[in-house]
């Protein structure tokens, strides 16, 4: 089969298509026809030699994926069903192998183009915000990172399930990008600190930029508050106070999705099913597909990502 590899370890771009071996399916899995795989900010990281699978999965980038199963293994799945994809690595080639329990069906009015734009931020917000906090009717959720591909859709799920929900983002037009997901709260980081806006208030934080907001955030929770920790964009390390945590019961969440054992991920993909998909299939939440490329061109997908002006998500069509 084709994939892309990097070619140069000094050089994150340079992202080739070149012949790799096709997988081999192991006990539970089954091998998959990729036609379109997500972009992940995680892939990037990745590229640059800093986010390696774990142990036993493919060295190959790419987290998410649609296609047809062209061979189910030995599982009761059948050959020609179109599938969506959690992976813990291998979505940058034309196949994949895939536990059978981290397949899901193509939502009803998705194409498999657009689906490849929910999977990973649907699974990954919803293990946090839904069956992690409990979001629900009256709380107020802030989200960093509100224009990406995680903040988009977190937004709107987060208005779906009737939370009021604040924000930041680096510019005015993504401001204006994450108001007509329905966010409440605009914050510009550049110019505002969101801890002067709304210190002790928050019931939820979703972070994506780890060490350097940690005491502001906790600063902007509310009693019984939780924050949520799901990347570590600016650094991995800041202060933590525990005598400002305990009068107010509060509590620091360190997640991540792709290392979690197959019997886990499938349990958020089926809880995903039964929670997120019918809130797409109605159209209260929207896939935030913002731009496609070849597989070929994956270098200039990340170029794209990287560039700063990109907001909700970026997809790689394999032909």
């Known amino acids: 089969m084709k994939a892309i590899t ?29 036609h379109a795989t997500g972009v992940n900010r995680a892939d990037l990281v990745q590229a640059e030699g800093n986010y390696p699978p774990p142990k036993g999965e ?14 189910a293994g030995g599982t009761d799945r059948k050959v020609g069903d179109e599938v969506a994809c959690l992976l813990a690595g291998g979505g940058y080639a034309e196949y994949v192998a895939v536990p059978e329990g981290q397949l ?21 917000v919803w293990s946090n915000l839904g069956m992690l906090a409990g979001v629900g009717e009256g709380d107020r959720v ?50 505002q600190d969101f801890i002067d806006e709304l210190k002790g208030s928050c019931d939820v934080i979703l972070d994506v930029i780890g060490g350097p907001y940690l005491e502001d955030n906790i600063k902007s929770l509310a009693t019984d508050g939780k924050l949520i920790v799901i990347a570590v964009q600016g650094g991995p390390k800041g202060e933590l106070s525990l005598g400002r945590m305990m009068p107010r019961r509060l509590s620091v969440h360190a997640t991540t999705l792709r290392a979690r054992p197959w019997a886990m991920k499938a349990d958020i993909c089926r809880s995903t099913e ?11 939440i929207k896939h935030q597909l913002t731009k496609t490329f070849p597989l070929a061109d994956a270098a200039a997908a990340h170029d794209h990502l990287d560039s700063g002006t990109s907001t909700g998500k970026v997809v790689l069509v394999v032909d």
């Open 6 to 34: 990097v070619t140069d370890p000094e050089n994150p771009r340079s992202l080739e298509l070149v012949d790799a071996p096709t997988p081999v399916l192991r006990e539970g899995e089954v091998l998959v026809k990729i």
């Open 58 to 71: 493919s060295e190959i980038i790419g987290l998410e994926c649609t296609g047809e199963i062209v061979d």
């Open 104 to 124: 899901m069906r193509i939502p009803d009015g998705l194409s498999l183009i657009e689906t490849a734009a929910v999977i990973e931020v649907a699974t990954t």
């Open 142 to 191: 802030l989200i960093h990172g509100g224009s990406g591909g995680i903040g988009s859709f977190a937004i709107q799920l987060c208005k779906a399930l009737g939370a009021e929900v604040a924000v930041t983002a680096g510019s005015a037009e993504k401001l204006e990008y994450c108001k007509e997901l329905g966010a409440d709260i605009l914050i510009n980081y550049k110019e």
């Open 274 to 284: 039964e929670h997120v998909w019918p809130l797409i299939e109605d159209g209260s």
